[in-house]
């Protein structure tokens, strides 16, 4: 995919969604840190019915230490993994209030540091949460980069370095929901809907679908 190929891809996705957002659910960076660590093989669904519960009663990581492991994993049990979740945003919260003044810290080297918190979640704060422009490859935008040619790499350090390369300045704030949401629902992983695709014309991917014969019946 050539320059000006990956310039009209995002002109094309500001046009159909000029103010993408994360489909979690937050008010405040530290909901959304807590929310993003839960995610790690979850759903945004599934957190957000999690999060809706837990929110009302802890959010912030003082009352989330005051509530105790053993009460938030009662409030976050129909997440996946949520017993070594419970005891990672615990060990978390405890930093945050000893290291940080309860406050969520905006860089990386420190986000990293909290428990359960990878290079992919420090990203997503980092870009969501305080307007930095980095990029939280995760396996949609991995599938989407790689399939579609935009920015192809053997693995999501390649791909994200990648990204950051080749996207035009002016879409790298965005450019991480708008390739999350395509292939959420359009560049799925087994069945992508190219015959419903923006970026059809655009796009390296050989094996392209043909609309189904139910569809529009």
Same mark, same amino acid.
């Given at each position: ?20 957002e994360t489909e979690l659910e937050y008010t405040t960076p530290f ?22 519960? +837990?929110? &009302?009663?802890? %959010? ?6 005051? *509530?105790?492991?053993?009460?938030? !994993?009662?409030?976050? $049990? ?71 040619? +935009?920015? &192809?790499?053997? %693995? ?6 990648? *990204?950051?390369?080749?996207?035009? !300045?002016?879409?790298? $704030? ?44």
């Open positions: 995919m050539n320059p000006a190929k990956r310039y009209e891809m995002f002109v094309r996705f500001r046009a159909a969604n000029p103010k993408p909901e959304l840190l807590i929310a993003v660590l839960l995610s790690a093989q979850a759903t945004d669904v599934g957190v957000n019915k999690a999060t809706r519960k +837990l929110y &009302p009663v802890a %959010n912030t990581p003082q009352a989330i230490l005051d *509530l105790g492991e053993e009460e938030l !994993k009662t409030y976050i $049990q129909t997440i996946g993994l949520y017993k070594t979740k419970a005891k990672n945003v615990i060990a978390t919260c405890k930093m945050l209030v000893e290291l940080h003044g309860g406050e969520v810290p905006r860089d990386r080297e420190s986000l990293e540091a909290l428990p359960g918190v990878g290079r992919k979640t420090a990203n997503v704060v980092m870009n969501t949460a305080f307007g930095e422009p980095t990029m939280a490859v995760d396996t949609h935008i991995f599938r989407v980069s790689n399939r579609t040619g +935009l920015a &192809p790499g053997k %693995n999501v350090d390649i791909v994200e370095q990648k *990204l950051l390369k080749f996207v035009p !300045k002016e879409f790298l $704030q965005d450019a991480h929901h708008w390739l999350i949401l395509h292939g959420r629902y359009t560049c799925k992983a087994r069945k992508p809907e190219c015959w419903n695709c923006m970026q059809l014309d655009l796009c390296d991917y050989r094996s392209k679908t043909p609309m189904p014969d139910n569809v529009g019946a």
